[in-house]
Structure formats: structure tokens, C-alpha cells
């Protein structure tokens, strides 16, 4: 706990230039079809570029570069980059350069960042702890619930 808490204030001490959006899914209130690995995993960071891109892209957006961690199993990895890809050439400009990379994240500081930040986002939701959340709170510019106003839950 106290190298999380250390790693916590590093990030903290660091915050400028940093933000963090969050897609939240209450997997319970997935549809059985969407669940499904072959969809769910492909999909979700669709969402999450839909909800996020529109509010960054400026006329002064030469390219967009979406970085991943490495999915160890090739044909996860080829559904999730197809499915980012996608997602780019709907929404991008005409011409707008893009790419999609994967990087270990023992070896990108930015996916080990990126992992604590998802870390004390998903305390919050799922056990109420805030310690951590609340040291990110000011480059917390979102967090989209995707299921938030759906009522069934599936399991």
C-alpha cells in the first residue's frame, strides 16, 4: 500500500499536462451479446473515443496517435486495433493522420499512468475509496458511465 500511495503522489506532483477520461461499464447491465469478449473488448474503446475525441480535436490536429497495451493474444489485439481504426476513419476529418500502437506497459510509463489512474476510478465505483481518486480529481475531465440510464441487469 505504501508504494501505491508514493506512486499516487508522484502523479500528483505531475498533473500538468495530464488528463484522464474515464469509461465506466457496469458490466452486469451488458447485453449478453456485447459481453462477449470478441465484441465487448473490441468496442468499448470505440465509446470511449467517441465521447473524447470531438472535445479535443482543433484545426491544429495534424494526427491522432492511440496507444494500447500490448494484448497478448493476436486475434484480441487485431479485433481491438480493427475496431479503433474504425472508430478513427468515421470520426476523423478527411486526411487526418492516425495510428494505433501497442507498447508493453511495464515499459510506457505513460499505460503505467494511465493503469493507476484507471486503478483509483475503479475503487471509486466499485468499494467508495477515494484516497487515491481524489489525488487525480483535477485532470478528472470525465466519466462516461456508458450503461448509467439502463435499469436491466443481466446477471
Given at each position: ?29 451488458t ?68 495510428r ?52 436491466r441487469?443481466?446477471?
Amino acid at each position: 500500500m505504501r508504494v501505491r500511495r508514493r506512486v499516487f503522489e508522484l502523479i500528483a506532483a505531475h498533473l500538468d499536462g495530464l488528463r484522464i477520461d474515464s469509461l465506466t461499464v457496469e458490466k452486469p447491465k451488458t447485453g449478453p451479446a456485447l459481453r462477449e469478449d470478441r465484441r465487448f473488448y473490441p468496442e468499448m474503446p470505440g465509446y470511449l473515443l467517441k465521447y473524447v475525441l470531438p472535445k479535443e480535436l482543433n484545426g491544429d490536429t495534424e494526427e491522432v496517435i492511440v496507444i494500447t497495451d500490448a494484448i497478448p493474444v493476436q486475434k484480441k489485439r487485431r479485433a481491438i486495433e480493427k475496431a479503433i481504426r474504425r472508430t478513427l476513419a468515421e470520426m476523423l476529418p478527411a486526411g487526418m493522420r492516425y495510428r494505433v500502437l501497442h507498447h508493453q506497459s511495464r515499459s510506457h510509463y505513460g499505460l503505467q499512468v494511465a493503469d493507476y489512474c484507471c486503478w483509483a476510478v475503479f475503487r471509486k465505483w466499485q468499494r467508495g475509496e477515494t484516497e487515491h481518486y481524489d489525488r487525480i480529481r483535477p485532470v478528472l475531465r470525465s466519466e462516461f458511465d456508458i450503461f448509467l440510464s439502463g435499469t436491466r441487469y443481466y446477471y
